[in-house]
């Protein structure tokens, strides 16, 4: 018996395409923008790929299964309620997050100056403190100008 067999870790991405007159919303943040995500949604990538990383620690598939963009009941859905839908399962199966890490794949904007806000508000959401949400966002260096796109690992403590 080892430590070890009571984690388990968790992946999830998200891509969205960037489209004039939509809002660009991360982390469940807005940020200024040009364009926005193309979604069903709100089109949150970063807390969509949360919520399948949070999903996947548990091999419970992904976000799809529980809310298809086919059905109209989540059009334009806040994802914040997602993620805390998705974290209220992992409670309910006796689970908790260890941490998580994150990373946004965007050409424009820039988004250093809303590192702060965002880690805050997934740290809130994820009911932890903000060292243990770890975020970094990187350039596609022009290879992808037209979309945004998120990664997302989770470690969690099961019982
Ligand atoms: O992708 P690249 O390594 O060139 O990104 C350089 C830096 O720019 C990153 O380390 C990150 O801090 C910052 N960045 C940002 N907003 C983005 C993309 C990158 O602040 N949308
Ligand atoms: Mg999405």
Do not use: W
């Not at 839908?85 to 260890?98: K, S």
């Amino acid at each position: 018996m080892s430590v070890l067999d009571d984690l388990r870790v968790g992946f999830g991405e998200d891509a969205h395409a960037l489209v004039p007159d939509r809002r660009l919303v991360l982390g469940g943040v807005e940020v200024p923008s040009l364009r926005g995500a193309a979604a069903h949604s709100d089109g949150d990538a970063l807390l969509h790929a949360l919520a399948d990383a949070l999903l996947s620690s548990l091999a419970l598939g992904d976000i799809g299964i529980y809310y298809p963009p086919s059905d109209e009941a989540f059009r334009d859905m806040d994802s914040r309620e997602i993620v805390s839908r998705c974290l209220g399962t992992l409670h309910t199966r006796g689970a908790e997050l260890v941490n998580a890490a994150l990373v946004v794949t965007l050409d424009t904007p820039k988004l250093g100056a809303y590192r702060a806000d965002i880690s805050k508000s997934v740290a809130a959401l994820l009911k932890l403190p903000p060292e243990r949400v770890g975020l970094g966002f990187k350039t596609s260096e022009g290879l992808a100008p037209n979309h945004v796109q998120a990664r997302a690992t989770v470690l969690v403590r099961v019982r």
